[in-house]
């Protein structure tokens, strides 16, 4: 089975930055987390999960509009790990955040919290 661990949230106030990081655990690791496209999901109160970035096993990177210029996501993929790095936040951005496995994914982590206010 596949854990993923969602850390790096917090409160910032708008225009601030924040550095997510995701690992990734599990008897097929490390052997073919190469292989796997990942995202970075959010989820607002009230609202569906949706996808805001996405990386694929060679690197290539896709975000939504909505994010596009301010979010980029990355990948280490000796550390099993998944990275978004969110500048110029805005209240919008509020939300529940989580890593997982595209388009087919894992058991859903436990997600870390990012809140935008001042």
């Known amino acids: 089975q596949v854990q993923l661990v969602e850390s790096g949230g917090g409160l910032v106030q708008p225009g601030g930055s924040l550095r997510l990081s995701c690992a990734a655990s599990?008897?097929?690791?490390?052997?073919?987390?190469?292989?796997?496209?990942m995202g970075w999901y959010r989820q607002a109160p009230g609202k569906e999960r949706e996808l805001v970035a996405s990386i694929t096993s060679n690197g290539s990177t896709d975000y939504g509009d909505s994010v596009k210029g301010r979010f980029t996501i990355s990948r280490d993929n000796a550390k099993n790990a998944v990275y978004l790095q969110m500048n110029s936040l805005k209240p919008e951005d509020t939300a529940v955040y989580y890593c997982?496995?595209?388009?087919?994914?894992?058991?859903w982590g436990q997600g870390t919290q990012v809140t935008v206010s001042s």
């Open positions: 997982n496995r595209r388009p087919q994914t894992w058991r």
């Open positions: 599990g008897s097929i690791f490390s052997t073919y987390f190469s292989n796997y496209a």
